[in-house]
């Protein structure tokens, strides 16, 4: 199966110019993985001490954002280099102050890990969640260099767990630690007969938690909301807007309504304006004008969600009425506030926790979105306390940052 998989591998990693040519997405794939050894080489010129952290994407770095700014103050003369698979994370954190150098993580190929890490040749190298890379792992293997897997999930449908999956196992040999997000992933692995393993929780919770101890004063949100009741309505999608259109068109003036779409471009939000019957204004044209004289404000840009979610009474999170994903729904929760969200989140387990604990509402229809929202916005006592309940469940799961950079400090400073 090794021998497939780097033929496979290899295979891949020389279409790349090819594949690049499929779709703009592609595009960023293929092409951000040109220079990568060139700007490493410029970082690099001669080998320092480095930390090297792994993300699929977006959400794989917001986890592993607590443990990389607790390692970069307790060890500042260390480089940071963070790898990003997908343009998704990469393009929206490419220029983060956080780490020291941020790139594309090169093909999987046995020619490239070895390259990767002779050049970076970090003292630990820390995989957030996924990515279970065999080349990269053997070559750190065969250079003592720790491999340590933080807040990961481990599925009964994953290969491991499959008769076929013998070589995934093995890759899984060659990791130091497994820091488990959940008792299930827990028990998975150790029933591949793994004692490496321990149950730290997600990284995920400490991050938000930090959120409500920030500065989220917006000036332009106060003087919109001007005391109203305010939902926010985050990362929507077509879908979600399907969804919650004709309760925004027939609410109360009492109640005003942010929107976070998840594309902000034009073409996107002039359909979603168009849609809407209330007095509306964008982001991008709130200078000079009474943004208390308007229902419904759309933001058409990004870096401002966490903190808006601080102003809402209720949140909406998109992304679950179709395809795309439940987005973030602990940035919300952390500030203690009911939160609504369409019915394809079996795979969130941070989602369907706090469903069970009733500080979650799952929709299917138009129609069942007005019939939460409504009890939502007229029982102000039933708010509270499922806003409550999602705030207490936010605090109840922080501490993974904790464990795991007690564990890596041990191994960098060993």
Not at 387 to 406: K, Q, R, W
């Amino acid at each position: 199966m090794s021998f497939l998989y780097n033929i496979f591998i290899t295979l891949f990693n020389s279409l790349l110019p090819i594949i690049g040519l499929l779709s703009p997405k592609l595009k960023l794939f293929a092409d951000g993985r040109k220079e990568v050894f060139e700007t490493l080489e410029a970082h690099f010129p001669v080998q320092g001490r480095a930390l090297w952290f792994h993300c699929a994407s977006l959400g794989e770095y917001e986890q592993g954002v607590p443990v990389m700014e607790a390692l970069k103050k307790k060890y500042p003369d260390h480089k940071l280099v963070v790898t990003f698979f997908s343009p998704s994370g990469y393009e929206v954190k490419k220029n983060s102050t956080l780490a020291d150098v941020i790139v594309y993580l090169p093909i999987d190929t046995r020619v490239n890990a070895v390259r990767f890490i002779q050049l970076v040749n970090p003292e630990l190298a820390v995989f957030i969640k996924y990515e279970f890379w065999p080349n990269y792992l053997k070559a750190l293997q065969a250079k003592d260099i720790p491999a340590v897997f933080i807040s990961a999930t481990f599925r009964e449908n994953q290969s491991f767990f499959k008769w076929y999956g013998g070589f995934m196992r093995k890759t899984l040999q060659m990791a130091d630690y497994f820091f488990v997000q959940d008792a299930m992933s827990e028990t998975l692995i150790e029933q591949l007969g793994f004692d490496n393993v321990s149950l730290s929780g997600d990284t995920r919770f400490d991050r938000v938690s930090h959120q409500i101890e920030m500065d989220n004063h917006v000036d332009f949100i106060s003087e919109f909301i001007n005391e109203r009741l305010c939902v926010v309505i985050g990362s929507s999608w077509p879908e979600d807007e399907a969804i919650f259109i004709d309760f925004v068109n027939q609410a109360s003036d009492e109640v005003c309504f942010i929107i976070a779409p998840h594309e902000i471009k034009d073409s996107n939000v002039n359909v979603l304006r168009q849609k809407i019957k209330k007095k509306t204004i964008s982001y991008s044209e709130k200078e000079g004008v009474a943004l208390k004289d308007h229902q419904v404000f759309i933001m058409n840009t990004i870096g401002y969600l966490s903190r808006v979610y601080s102003y809402g009474d209720i949140a909406y999170v998109g992304g679950a009425m179709g395809t795309a994903g439940l987005h973030n729904i602990l940035e919300p929760a952390t500030f203690g506030i009911p939160i609504v969200i369409g019915k394809n989140f079996e795979k969130f387990r941070e989602a369907k926790q706090l469903q069970k604990l009733a500080g979650l509402f799952s929709i299917s229809t138009a129609d069942e979105f007005t019939e939460v929202m409504y009890k939502l916005i007229e029982n102000k006592k039933f708010r509270e306390k499922t806003g409550m309940i999602a705030g207490h469940f936010i605090n109840s799961n922080v501490g993974a940052t904790d464990v795991i950079v007690e564990y890596l400090e041990e191994k960098i400073d060993s």
